[in-house]
């Protein structure tokens, strides 16, 4: 009876103060942009200024919670929109309002799913048509448009804005798969022996219920737990403890000729590129040497390195990439030195990063850390675990 009770209890709220400001001012600015312009486009037309009731619900999820699948910008338009409509129909068709009322909130749930526009406030527009007075009654269908869509477009653009103004993205986007380093139909390294997305696929087919969060943040939230659990199996494992720290690099303005001597000189894949002061200015590597347009794919690779190097007599000198900053690529994935080594796996594993330079508060390089690097530290951390093991076990 106790644990019954229990349930009755508000669960803890893992909101910080700032993004409970963020809500309560982003709602108060939503809601009066909102009433005065929809107040100077309906007095404009020659039409009653409304702002309706139900829009204070869609503020709290737009502005409190704009990464629900409730929130986005077709859930509150459709959703809105569509519940009017069969509210007005409700009215029209049924002359008592306790029965109008309630059918009129059922099918627009219905519809909503339908439509895939699911937005909890449309169950009070769709009363609201029915139980709104004669004013909304003699409105007719022209209320479904002017305020009821009208209202929820103006209201969702003040999120837009909002939103992206105070940095929180919106719409939520999706998160796109990852696409395999290779470019083949393999599983993604990290999902081979961990979660797989037909696994969450599953879950949520057998849970049947609907979620107020989307299937990719959710994906994204069991991964993080993943890799929490890493970390606390692992212990703390740093990428300073791993990193190498005699890092040979070179500038922008460096030659290829001699970046590619470094390279085989030192027997590595890449190599970082720095500025004047010592900042990270991106990576260069034997494949991107490969990677000029001006030289025949089907080469050996001493050949085309060498056409890389002295030039092909064919290609005007003026075209061939002669300095590293000509070939390296636009950007690179960098870490700090108290990055934990979990948080490489997927860097490395799924997205196929050969090596990441490591930097201090200032990007200015302190070593880099390469896939063999990565291997060693997860071996030893196996191995401590084996020990912790074993030791308890005693």
Request: proline fraction near 7%; hydrophobic fraction near 50%.
């Amino acid at each position: 009876m106790r644990d019954w009770l229990r349930a009755f209890l508000p669960a803890p709220m893992n909101a910080s103060l700032a993004e409970r400001l963020r809500g309560c001012c982003g709602a108060l600015a939503g809601l009066v942009v909102t009433g005065l312009a929809c107040t100077w486009l309906a007095g404009s037309a020659g039409l009653p200024p409304v702002l309706i009731a139900p829009l204070g619900a869609s503020a709290v999820l737009l502005f409190a919670v704009p990464a629900s699948p409730l929130a986005q910008p077709w859930s509150i338009i459709g959703g809105n929109t569509v519940s009017a409509l069969v509210g007005v129909t409700c009215a029209h068709w049924i002359a008592e309002p306790l029965l109008a009322a309630p059918l009129a909130a059922a099918l627009a749930i219905g519809a909503m799913f339908t439509l895939r526009c699911l937005h909890p406030p449309g169950g009070a527009i769709a009363l609201t048509t029915v139980l709104g007075g004669p004013a909304v009654t003699a409105a007719g269908y022209h209320f479904a448009f002017s305020p009821v869509a009208l209202n929820s477009l103006v209201l969702m653009f003040a999120a837009l804005a909002y939103n992206n103004a105070t940095r929180r993205a919106y719409p939520h986007r999706q998160q796109a798969a990852p696409r395999h380093p290779h470019q083949t139909a393999d599983l993604q390294p990290t999902e081979r022996l961990g979660l797989q997305a037909r696994d969450l696929d599953a879950a949520l087919r057998q849970h049947d219920e609907i979620l107020d969060v989307s299937r990719e943040d959710l994906e994204n939230l069991v991964q993080q737990a993943e890799m929490h659990a890493y970390r606390r199996r692992f212990g703390e494992i740093t990428c300073a403890d791993i990193m190498s720290r005699d890092v040979v690099a070179v500038r922008p303005g460096t030659p290829l000729a001699q970046a590619w001597r470094l390279l085989r000189r030192h027997d590595i894949r890449a190599l970082p590129v720095v500025d004047a002061d010592g900042r990270v200015a991106g990576m260069v590597s034997d494949a991107d040497m490969m990677k000029s347009p001006e030289l025949n794919p089907y080469d050996g690779l001493r050949t085309r390195l060498r056409h890389l190097i002295h030039g092909l007599p064919r290609v005007r000198a003026a075209r061939q990439p002669k300095l590293v900053a000509q070939v390296m690529p636009p950007a690179v994935r960098v870490v700090a030195e108290d990055t934990h080594v979990a948080q490489l796996v997927p860097l490395m594993a799924d997205q196929g990063l050969r090596h990441v330079p490591v930097v201090d508060a200032q990007r200015r390089l302190r070593g880099i850390i390469a896939q063999s690097d990565l291997i060693a530290a997860l071996y030893r951390g196996s191995l401590m675990e084996r020990e912790e093991e074993n030791n308890q076990a005693a």
